[in-house]
């Protein structure tokens, strides 16, 4: 699509939404959010990019291809849930590190959830960006 | 509450029967789609319906206070949901394809996997369904 | 504990990635091979500890059931899984023959182990819900080795199979949102409480309703399984090998589940109902494979007609009947799968699948043709061949319950199933090749190995569990036993600890 008014709101948008995802996804484990909802949000970050520019231009600025940015996410979510063997407890049991905590602190947590949203951001955002350009390209 | 829920699920059912029974490939899609967001409407009412009561746990308690709504069907509606938009966005792009490579919607023309028995087959597209040697 | 039930699960996928990362070097195919090797392992670990030690279970993330979800495996899943490897296994030896780089490329051995993940657990779960969710990664799977090639037959068949099962699925997902507005829950060990606990039993036999015809549709019994001969000789060989091996079988194992653990609350309605479906399946199936031309779609319609064998032993519902149906459960996965290889071959060395323009396998491979000859004898029940016992404990069942009209459709089905398969194999391998051209072994080329091993290995297993029934009918023995008197699988479940 050729329109000035879309490209130029797009180069505001599209960095805007990918950080937004990412807060999205940071809040997620007590808040409404996480790693389904901030790939969602991720993801239409480059779907705006492919109706501005181009699906070329979208596929080169991902600098990845979905599909394999999906299997990676598939293959971070399965670590998240094989982390807990290393505890001796059921699988995909969320293990907790919580950096610098203390009395009244409660630190910064570091899960095998975390892990997990990550993975699930990425598959989201491959999946749909996989179907998104295919669907683009098939028009 | 319920009760109009079950009116809507009902309606929706109709609808998407009446354009699934459509020989147009295109429109049994979005009788499709209605039918699964029919069915998502189902669990949601399934569960019961409380409002205004989102099942978040306030800051400092370990149980939700007081009634809230059912998450489960929640859960499971959002679930399905997100199958069934992959499922419904992969069948559009095999739509598409199917309108490029057989040059139709119509179902009833669809019949290069399963043609007509009395017709001879042709060697070319015979020896075509064999993959190629790896 | 839950390792035992985990690895099975894990394998699959961590090979998925893994291939898919090594998709553009010849490494993926490996890794496919790989993985599938140690997943056969650990489904063995996962057998031999469920038939020494009975029902074993698990909770995902340390949540109890019924809230959590439940990994379990009593006998019958524990073979199920063990079947998935065996032939996932002979399948990823095949492929490797089979799949040209251009298909390793768009990731063929990662879609085809995430399909072997999505069966294994939806063998594994001992949740209604994660069951409709395991149907889902399969089917998702599923399409994508349908259409990989996407040649217009391909795009033709995948249409209507993509179609009908997403009917198969909103039936499901419509059938499971009901029960839990009647049940309140959807952990199966917590439904089979429910259900007999509920004051609106009618109700739940016309849920059950539902859900026969959502597993229906994915066993492709009759009149739900049109789309099975529609795409299933569209695909590459290995795909359709692991299909017809594997995705009917997860319908009639969620029938076997669904019906003799949940829905057991007016077994006379639902059997009758359950008793047509699987005489008219049977008699559909094989008069449909007498009319093809293809040998896919004679296999495929073969697979229907197995169904209904399968369909009757759960309508007869004794532990004879069961009994017999799990034999056949057994034998028909390696014999499909074997078969589907086979074709794969012919139409390698003759140049198609058209029994019109094939011929002269016999001349130009023997060897092979008795490859050919041991899972079509098989199929059709030739003593002394893995199909001859279930049939023969079947057609016992039926006279034991004095269903004489139905014992005498098995035998006439059996029969038509040989006629079917004879006419294959007189038309494929005993006529010379209509366009006079010597079909050459030549074409299999450096893939011999790759191609025929896994035949010869299925083969093999057919014969040795024709020859020694004992062990196999022991194990459909405790399957039933456990099916039909659910108290061991129950307990497992309610006793998890965390």
Redesign the interface.
């Known amino acids: 699509m050729n329109s000035v008014i879309l490209n130029a709101a797009t180069r505001i948008l599209v960095p805007l939404l990918l950080v937004f995802s990412l807060f999205m996804t940071l809040r997620g484990h007590n808040d409404p959010g996480g790693g389904f909802i901030g790939g969602l949000i991720g993801s239409t970050a480059f779907i705006f990019y492919a109706i501005a520019f181009s699906t070329a231009e979208a596929r080169s600025a991902l600098r990845i291809e979905p599909e394999q940015l999906a299997i990676i996410g598939l293959g971070l979510a399965l670590l998240a849930g094989l982390v807990s063997i290393v505890f001796n407890e059921a699988l995909f049991t969320g293990q907790w590190l919580f950096l610098g905590a203390s009395e009244g602190e409660k630190g910064l947590p570091i899960s095998s959830v975390l892990l997990f949203d990550i993975g699930v951001y990425l598959v989201v955002m491959g999946g749909i960006l996989a179907l998104v350009f295919a669907l683009e390209e098939e028009v | 509450m319920e009760l109009l829920l079950s009116a809507s699920v009902g309606i929706l059912v109709a609808a998407a029967i009446y354009l699934?029974l459509s020989r147009s490939?295109l429109r049994?899609?979005f009788g499709?789609t209605l039918?699964?967001n029919?069915?998502?409407l189902?669990?949601f009412?399934?569960?019961?319906l409380t409002a205004g009561a989102p099942p978040l746990i306030p800051e400092g308690a370990y149980a939700p206070v007081g009634d809230v709504a059912n998450a489960?069907?929640q859960a499971?509606v959002l679930?399905?949901i997100?199958?069934g938009f992959?499922?419904f966005?992969?069948?559009?792009?095999?739509?598409?394809?199917?309108y490029?490579?057989?040059g139709t919607l119509e179902?009833s023309n669809?019949?290069?996997?399963?043609p007509r028995?009395d017709l001879?087959?042709d060697?070319s597209?015979?020896?075509?369904?064999?993959?190629?040697?790896? | 504990m839950s390792w035992l039930l985990t690895f099975p699960l894990i394998l699959p996928f961590a090979t998925a990635v893994l291939a898919y990362l090594a998709r553009k070097s010849s490494a993926g195919r490996w890794i496919s091979v790989a993985g599938s090797l140690l997943a056969l392992v650990a489904a063995l670990a996962l057998f031999v500890t469920v038939s020494d030690e009975g029902v074993v279970s698990a909770q995902m993330g340390g949540w109890d059931a019924p809230y959590g979800i439940t990994l379990v495996a009593d006998m019958l899943s524990a073979v199920m899984v063990l079947l998935t490897t065996i032939t996932g296994l002979s399948v990823a030896i095949y492929a490797m023959g089979e799949i040209n780089p251009a298909q390793e490329k768009l990731g063929y051995h990662s879609i085809f182990q995430i399909l072997l993940g999505g069966i294994t657990g939806a063998f594994l779960t001992g949740d209604l819900f994660n069951l409709y969710v395991w149907f889902e990664v399969m089917l998702i799977a599923s399409f994508g080795l349908l259409i990989m090639g996407g040649k217009p037959t391909q795009i033709d068949g995948a249409v209507k199979y993509v179609t009908l099962n997403l009917i198969a699925t909103v039936m499901f997902l419509s059938g499971i949102g009901l029960l839990y507005g009647v049940t309140g829950t959807l952990n199966m060990a917590d439904l089979h409480d429910a259900v007999l606990a509920s004051d609106r039993p009618g109700l739940i036999v016309i849920l059950s309703m539902f859900f026969l015809i959502a597993f229906g549709m994915k066993a492709a019994v009759f009149p739900l399984f049109s789309w099975l001969p529609a795409s299933y000789h569209t695909p590459t060989f290995a795909a359709s090998a692991i299909f017809s091996a594997l995705l009917t079988k997860v319908g009639v194992y969620s029938l076997l589940r669904t019906f003799t653990l949940i829905f057991t609350l007016d077994p006379g309605f639902t059997n009758a109902v359950l008793l047509w479906v699987a005489v008219l399946t049977m008699v559909v199936g094989v008069i449909g494979a007498l009319a093809q031309t293809e040998i896919r779609r004679i296999l495929s319609f073969q697979i229907v007609s197995s169904i209904g064998f399968l369909i009757l032993g759960l309508a007869i519902h004794s532990p004879l009947a069961i009994t017999g149906a799990v034999f056949y459960l057994i034998h028909n996965v390696i014999v499909k799968a074997n078969l589907f290889l086979v074709s794969g071959v012919i139409a390698r060395v003759t140049g198609g699948t058209d029994l019109r323009l094939i011929g002269g396998m016999y001349r130009t491979a023997p060897l092979l043709s008795v490859l050919f000859l041991i899972p079509a004898f098989a199929l059709s029940g030739f003593p002394p061949l893995s199909g001859f016992w279930p049939k023969v404990l079947l057609v016992k069942a039926s006279l034991d319950q004095g269903m004489w009209v139905v014992a005498a459709v098995a035998l006439i089905v059996s029969l038509l199933t040989i006629l079917s398969l004879m006419t294959l194999w007189s038309e494929a391998f005993w006529k010379p090749h209509p366009e006079a051209r010597e079909p050459s072994l030549a074409t299999l080329g450096s893939d011999r190995l790759a191609l025929v091993l896994p035949i010869a290995a299925l083969g093999l297993l057919t014969l040795l569990i024709g020859v020694f029934p004992q062990p196999i009918l022991e194990i459909s023995e405790q399957v039933a036993a456990q099916l039909l008197s659910p108290d061991l699988y129950l307990t497992a479940v309610r006793g998890v600890l965390p």
């Open positions: 699934m490939l049994f899609l499709l039918i699964s029919a069915a998502n189902l669990i009412a399934s569960g019961r489960l069907p499971l679930t399905a997100v199958i992959g499922l966005a992969f069948s559009l792009v095999l739509a598409i394809r199917a490029s490579e057989l179902t669809m019949r290069l996997a399963e028995p001879r087959p060697p597209t015979a020896t075509s369904n064999e993959t190629s040697a790896g």
